[in-house]
C-alpha cells in the first residue's frame, strides 16, 4: 500500500506539469492579453470622460494600442511580466507554483490565495447541498428500481431520470428563472447571491429560512442533471447482488425480504457507491459550477474564473486551475484507497508491481 501511495503521489507532478504547460502556453499567445484588457480599459474611461480618443456621447470603440503612449504601453508589459523571455517566465511561474506561491491578481488588488478563500465558501456551499441531494435522492431511487425491475415505476422513473440526465444543468437553470425566478410566471425565488441585502437584521431562524430560498433554484439545476447516473448505477449494483448466491442462502434460512435486502445486500452494494464519495463530492462544486453560479450571480469560483478568463487575469486563471487539478488529483487518490478501507480484499501490490 505504501508502495502505491508514493508511486501515485510522485506521478502527479508530471500531471500537474502538463497541465501548467499547457494552459501557459494558451495563455501567452492568444490574443487580447493582459496589457490589451488595461488599454481597452482606459479607452473606456475615457470615453466616460470626454478625453480625446472617447466619445462622451456616443458610445466608444476600442482602438488598440493606437494613439497611446508608447511608455505607457512598456510600463504595463513590464508591470505584468511581458518583458521577460518566455522560458523565464514560465520556470518562475512553475518555481512559484511548487511553493504554492500563486502571485496577485493583476486586476483586482488582491493575491490569488485571498480571492480563492472568499470564494470558496459559495462554492462549497453550492457543492455540499448538490451532493447531500444527490446521493438522498439517487440510491433509495436506485433502490426502490432495483427491487421493481421491468415494473412501470421502473420505466417511468427511468424514463424521467434520463430525461433530467439530458437537459443540462444551466439550461435547466435558464427554465427554472423563467418559471419561478419573475421571468414570464411566477416570482417566487431570488435569482441572486445566497442571502439578502438585510441579512444583518434577520433573526436565526429568518437567516436559515432566507440561505434555503436563495438556494433552491441553483442546486435544483445543479442535482438534476447529475443524480441519474448514481441512480442507474445503485439499480444496477443492487440487481447484481441480489443474484448472487449468498442471497439466496439468506433467503432459504427464512430472512424476511427487507432483512436480506438492507443487511446483506445494501452493504455489498454500497462499495462503489461510498468509494465514488470523494470524486462526487468534488464534483458536486467544480463540475458545471461555472455555469450555475454565473447564471444565478453565486460569487464563487466558478463565477471568478469566467470574469478572470474574460479579463485576461491570468494568475487568477493560472491559480484556480492549478489548486482544482491538485484537487482532482487528491481525490482521485483517497478514492482509489477507499476501495480497501471498504473491501479489504482489493489489493494494489499487483499494480505496481
Known amino acids: 500500500m505504501l508502495r502505491y501511495l508514493i508511486t501515485r503521489l510522485l506521478a502527479m507532478i508530471p500531471t500537474l506539469l502538463g497541465v501548467l504547460t499547457l494552459t501557459f502556453l494558451v495563455t501567452q499567445f492568444v490574443p487580447g492579453g493582459?496589457?490589451?484588457?488595461?488599454?481597452?480599459?482606459?479607452?473606456?474611461?475615457?470615453?466616460?470622460?470626454?478625453?480625446?480618443?472617447?466619445?462622451?456621447?456616443?458610445?466608444?470603440?476600442y482602438s488598440g494600442r493606437q494613439g497611446i503612449d508608447a511608455q505607457q504601453v512598456e510600463h504595463l508589459t513590464e508591470l505584468y511580466g511581458f518583458d521577460?523571455?518566455?522560458?523565464?517566465?514560465?520556470?518562475?511561474?512553475?518555481?512559484?507554483?511548487?511553493?504554492?506561491?500563486?502571485?496577485?491578481?493583476?486586476?483586482?488588488?488582491?493575491?490569488?490565495?485571498?480571492?480563492?478563500?472568499?470564494?470558496?465558501?459559495?462554492?462549497?456551499?453550492?457543492?455540499?447541498?448538490?451532493?447531500?441531494?444527490?446521493?438522498?435522492?439517487?440510491?433509495?431511487?436506485?433502490?426502490?428500481?432495483?427491487?421493481?425491475?421491468?415494473?412501470?415505476?421502473?420505466?417511468?422513473?427511468?424514463?424521467?431520470?434520463?430525461?433530467?440526465?439530458?437537459?443540462?444543468?444551466?439550461?435547466?437553470?435558464?427554465?427554472?428563472?423563467?418559471?419561478l425566478g419573475g421571468g414570464s410566471f411566477w416570482d417566487i425565488f431570488p435569482l441572486r447571491g445566497l442571502t439578502s441585502d438585510d441579512w444583518d437584521e434577520l433573526s436565526a431562524f429568518g437567516k436559515v429560512t432566507d440561505y434555503l430560498?436563495?438556494?433552491?433554484?441553483?442546486?435544483?439545476?445543479?442535482?438534476?442533471?447529475?443524480?441519474?447516473?448514481?441512480?442507474?448505477?445503485?439499480k444496477n449494483t443492487f440487481?447484481?447482488?441480489?443474484?448472487?448466491?449468498?442471497?439466496?442462502?439468506a433467503r432459504a434460512?427464512?430472512?424476511?425480504?427487507?432483512?436480506?435486502?438492507?443487511?446483506?445486500?445494501?452493504r455489498n452494494a454500497l462499495i462503489p457507491l461510498v468509494t465514488g464519495f470523494p470524486g462526487t463530492f468534488i464534483a458536486a462544486f467544480f463540475t458545471g459550477s461555472l455555469l450555475i453560479e454565473t447564471l444565478f450571480s453565486l460569487d464563487g469560483l466558478g463565477l471568478l474564473s469566467y470574469e478572470?478568463?474574460?479579463?485576461?487575469?491570468?494568475?487568477?486563471?493560472?491559480?484556480?486551475?492549478?489548486?482544482?487539478?491538485?484537487?482532482g488529483l487528491v481525490t482521485k487518490l483517497i478514492g482509489d484507497l477507499a476501495y480497501v478501507l471498504v473491501d479489504p480484499r482489493i489489493k494494489f501490490d499487483a499494480q505496481v508491481a
Open 239 to 249: 440487481l447484481e447482488e441480489i443474484h448472487r448466491q449468498y442471497v439466496l442462502t
Open 213 to 234: 430560498w436563495h438556494i433552491t433554484l441553483p442546486v435544483t439545476a445543479s442535482v438534476v442533471s447529475t443524480f441519474a447516473l448514481k441512480t442507474l448505477l445503485t
Open 84 to 179: 521577460q523571455p518566455l522560458l523565464d517566465r514560465y520556470l518562475s511561474m512553475v518555481k512559484n507554483f511548487l511553493c504554492f506561491e500563486l502571485g496577485d491578481s493583476y486586476f483586482r488588488n488582491e493575491s490569488v490565495w485571498s480571492l480563492i478563500q472568499s470564494k470558496l465558501g459559495v462554492s462549497v456551499s453550492l457543492g455540499v447541498w448538490t451532493f447531500l441531494f444527490t446521493y438522498l435522492v439517487s440510491v433509495p431511487l436506485g433502490v426502490a428500481k432495483a427491487v421493481r425491475a421491468g415494473s412501470r415505476f421502473d420505466f417511468i422513473t427511468s424514463l424521467l431520470v434520463l430525461i433530467g440526465y439530458a437537459v443540462p444543468g444551466f439550461v435547466l437553470g435558464v427554465l427554472l428563472i423563467l418559471l
Open 253 to 266: 434460512k427464512g430472512l424476511s425480504e427487507r432483512r436480506v435486502l438492507w443487511k446483506h445486500v445494501f
Open 34 to 61: 493582459p496589457v490589451d484588457h488595461a488599454l481597452s480599459r482606459f479607452d473606456a474611461e475615457s470615453a466616460r470622460s470626454g478625453v480625446e480618443g472617447g466619445v462622451a456621447s456616443g458610445g466608444w470603440s
Open 308 to 327: 478572470s478568463i474574460n479579463s485576461r487575469d491570468y494568475p487568477v486563471v493560472l491559480g484556480s486551475l492549478y489548486l482544482l487539478t491538485l484537487i
